[in-house]
């Protein structure tokens, strides 16, 4: 019979088979055509079969008064516990109520004939079976009724289990398992599609895709979710391991009998089973193409047991392409495994048979070393190895030469190694480990930088006041080193107890132990001290302890010119010009500057030079030559820039040694003509390879000064006048200077580069003055028996520094010096002490 053509604007539905206009059918965005498969009369009529309450059940013809005794339960529906709670609460209510919603029955079907007279002889024969509304039927019975509303409808045995299924589904309460059974009967029993469940329960394709997908689930997994031991979630996510061995072990870590009774919550689980259980198809050593691996499995793209084939199972999975049977993926490794062996030994490649393999087994597989000498490139890299990376591969990266395959003598796997010292080798060769790394990112971290802080002047550097300050603390302290001593058992007593609890730092420059050293090591050091070491000792740890402290080097208190911080006072007394030192880190950075930029001009002149170079010989070479002979004008580009650079450097270090040859008086034009020579010579090296670089014929001034008494003095230039911080002067008597400071004596305790100095000349903080070098004399008492003197200078000793600025009288003169008689007064006792001439001052 020829096809009837559908018109344009009808469909054919497929329950009644009967082409309709459009407008008959309800929409569905889910379907192609946008439309349901069935027509609205057959949707009501499904409808009405699986809920007996609509008006399509009461249109189908009124309710009639069975009797009770007549009526048989269906051999299709579930058993109903007449026992149960809520059973006993409807026998209740129908007892005071009735039956208020009719029953709908069918004629017993003739196959149950003899089954039901059998049972039931002696009683009215049954004349029909229910469909659906069993409780209140047996409710109706237990309640003593006679009659109960039904409504008889003529079924087939295929719609009377949809009905009941649909019916039970419908039921508070059901669990997710006893929901997947009912869809599976529908399936199986009632020969309902699929995809077709979710229209006629009123339920989405992947809800009832997940609860049929809980079917797989082992008798474990099965006992455990009707328990409550396993939630829908967590039992979903192991009834998609096809592996039953899997399946239990997922069970024990989703119940926590494998967890020492810790359940896995579900994001864990999840995570638990894409680690050990789903295999990713994206990074697979076999073409998951490839049809013939594992015969009969077939190309991964298209087995069913890839997450992307069950979206609906898998919705909660972000990657497609992973493989849930691990089995099928093992066996596709090892097919591939043995292929690619087979074929490395037809090209003579180098290979390790099982049985050799055997012999070589090391005793254990730690850090990939199973096979005795060699490394597993894909093992976890061994930690003595100190390398990155979650394989000896990837730790090796782009240097991972071809490797040797090996067959594992148990597992028949084939592996691929490298010999130990070939790994070790390139690690060493390419940096690999990760001390290297980190040598080498904080090497480029610290050349990053000093590049950006190359951009800041020099005094907003933190290098420059590390440098400055480091230069200060290392003169300080080798003068101290030359300090008296005072009382030395309990300088040893005081540095002990520092030592205990205390910041022990600062021990270790000051014992000459360096920065890393035992607690212990410096106790002994310090038990062990002879006394005459112990004042040096305490005067080097007060200058290293001060250093530490919070704002030690703040600026307030280095121009501060009363009392000063421990810190600067042990600097003064060391002798230690601040100004000079910073002056000179100042120059020392300037010149590296310097260079720094003249080597990269080198640098990039010497690449441009190359470039040209090989281009050149690229164009006019012959065929084989151009790459030797770009090299070796690489290579000779490469020598000049290198001799350039050690000119520059030669050039710069004579310039600085110029510096400090510069004549008196050289003033701001010797500082130009030195600036200008060393740009003048730069520009020489940086224009003309190999050439001699000519040394500044001037030099930047600087001035310079002898250190302070009583430590060795190195004569440096201030003036036509020489001073030394120490040395006692007297104020000239001249109209420039205000009243109360002309004719003073007092004792220098620093300079500027300015040709000033401090002079202090009482014991008050404001008994100080900054004066220029011409204002002031040398001063020498002129001592004679009888004579009132003050003391303006004295030693280190705390029993020195007690006679600073007192008064008394000179009694006689003896070979160490003048005897001098200070009488009593409010702090201190008459007594007597010996003092040089210049450290006094003759009163008038």
């Known amino acids: 019979m020829a096809e009837i053509a559908t018109p344009v604007d009808s469909k054919t539905c497929t329950a009644c088979k009967t082409a309709k206009p459009v407008d008959e059918f309800s929409k569905n965005a889910s379907n192609a055509d946008g439309l349901q498969r069935h027509c609205k009369a057959c949707m009501q009529l499904m409808k009405a079969k699986s809920t007996p309450r609509t008006a399509a059940a009461a249109d189908a013809g009124a309710p009639a008064e069975l009797p009770v005794d007549q009526i048989v339960p269906s051999l299709t529906n579930r058993h109903i516990d007449e026992t149960e709670p809520e059973m006993l609460e409807l026998v209740s209510s129908v007892r005071r109520l009735g039956v208020l919603e009719p029953i709908i029955v069918r004629v017993l079907p003739a196959n149950r004939l003899d089954e039901t007279a059998r049972r039931d002889a002696g009683r009215p024969r049954p004349g029909w079976e229910i469909v659906a509304g069993e409780r209140r039927w047996r409710a109706a019975r237990l309640a003593e009724l006679k009659t109960i509303p039904a409504m008889v409808r003529v079924l087939d045995d295929t719609e009377v289990l949809e009905i009941q299924i649909v019916e039970n589904l419908q039921r508070k309460g059901l669990s997710e398992l006893e929901e997947a059974e009912a869809y599976h009967r529908l399936v199986e029993q009632a020969h309902v599609p699929k995809e077709e469940i979710g229209e006629r329960v009123d339920r989405s394709r992947s809800y009832v895709y997940q609860r049929l997908k809980l079917l797989d689930l082992n008798p474990a997994g099965r006992e455990a979710l009707r328990k409550g031991k396993l939630d829908f979630s967590k039992a979903l996510i192991v009834a998609r391991i096809p592996n039953d061995k899997l399946q239990i072990k997922a069970l024990g870590q989703a119940t926590g009998e494998e967890r020492y009774g810790s359940p896995m919550s579900k994001v864990e689980l999840q995570q638990w089973v894409q680690t050990n259980v789903m295999l990713s198809l994206k990074r697979t050593k076999f073409d998951i193409k490839d049809a013939t691996l594992n015969a009969g499995a077939g190309a991964c793209m298209s087995c069913p047991k890839r997450t992307g084939a069950q979206p609906d199972v898998f919705a909660d999975v972000d990657s497609p392409d992973l493989c849930i049977d691990t089995t099928c993926y093992r066996a596709k490794e090892k097919d591939h495994d043995d292929r690619r062996f087979e074929e490395a030994q037809r090209e003579g490649k180098k290979v390790i ?11 254990g597989s730690y850090g990939g070393k199973w096979l005795a000498g060699h490394y597993d490139l894909d093992a976890h890299p061994d ?15 782009k240097h991972c030469p071809p490797p040797v395959l090996v067959k594992h003598p148990t597992t028949g796997a084939v592996h691929e190694v ?48 590390e440098r400055w300050r480091r230069q200060v603390l290392a003169a300080a302290d080798a003068k101290l080193k030359t300090m008296d001593a005072i009382p030395a058992e309990l300088l040893r007593a005081f540095l002990l107890d520092k030592l ?28 062990m001290a002879p006394e005459a070491e112990l004042p040096t000792i305490f005067l080097r740890w007060m200058l290293w302890d001060a250093e530490d402290g919070y704002d030690a080097w703040d600026e307030d208190a280095q121009a501060q010119q009363g009392p000063r911080t421990p810190l600067f006072e042990l600097i003064h007394m060391a ?47 012959p065929p084989a030559a ?25 050039a710069l270090r004579a310039a600085e040694g110029s510096h400090n040859q510069a004549p008196d008086g050289a003033g701001l034009e010797g500082a130009a003509a030195a600036a200008a020579s060393h740009g003048q010579a730069a520009a020489a090296a940086a224009e003309e390879e190999g050439a001699a670089l000519a040394a500044p014929d001037a030099a930047h001034p600087t001035l310079k000064l002898t250190q302070a008494w009583p ?11 020489v001073f030394q911080i120490g040395d006692l002067v007297r104020v000239r008597d001249i109209d420039v200077l205000r009243r109360n400071v002309r004719g003073r004596v007092g004792r220098i305790t620093g300079t500027t580069n300015d040709g000033r100095v401090q002079l202090v000349y009482g014991p008050r ?15 020498l008492a002129d001592v004679l028996p009888g004579s009132q003197v003050r003391v303006l200078r004295t030693g280190l000793t705390m029993q020195r520094a007690a006679f600073e600025w007192r008064t008394g009288e000179a009694m006689r003169l003896q070979a160490d010096g003048w005897v001098i008689a200070f009488p009593a007064d409010g702090k201190h006792e008459a007594c007597e002490s010996t003092f040089g001439a210049e450290e006094l001052e003759v009163l008038p």
């Open 353 to 363: 048979e099982a049985a050799k393999a055997e012999k070589l087994a090391g005793a």
């Open 626 to 650: 151009p790459a030797a002979s770009a090299r070796g004008k690489a290579r000779a580009g490469k020598t000049r820039e290198s001799e350039a650079r050690a000119g520059i450097a030669d």
């Open 575 to 621: 002798g230690v010009d601040l100004a000079a030192v910073q002056a000179d880190v100042h120059r020392e950075m300037e010149s590296e500057d310097r260079a720094a930029d003249m080597e990269a001009a080198e640098a990039k002149k010497a690449e441009k030079a190359a470039a040209k170079a090989q281009k050149a010989s690229a164009a006019t070479a």
């Open 418 to 465: 490298l010999t130990v010292d070939k790994v070790k080798s390139l690690i060493a060769e390419h940096g690999l480990t990760r001390t290297a790394k980190r040598a080498a990112k904080t090497e480029a971290d610290a050349a990053e930088v000093k590049k950006v802080e190359r951009r800041k002047p020099i005094d907003e550097r933190p290098e420059y006041e």
């Open 765 to 779: 903080s404001s008994d100080t003055v900054m004066i220029l070098v011409e204002h002031i004399d040398p001063y």
């Open 500 to 527: 205990s609890g205390y910041n022990e730092s600062s021990f270790g420059p000051a014992l000459d132990l360096g920065d890393e050293f035992d607690e212990d090591q410096a106790t002994e050091r310090l038990r």
């Open 711 to 721: 430590f060795p003095t190195t004569e440096k230039v201030l003036s036509p006048r």
């Open 383 to 397: 930690y003595q190895l100190d390398v990155d990376g979650t394989t000896l591969r990837r730790a090796l990266g």
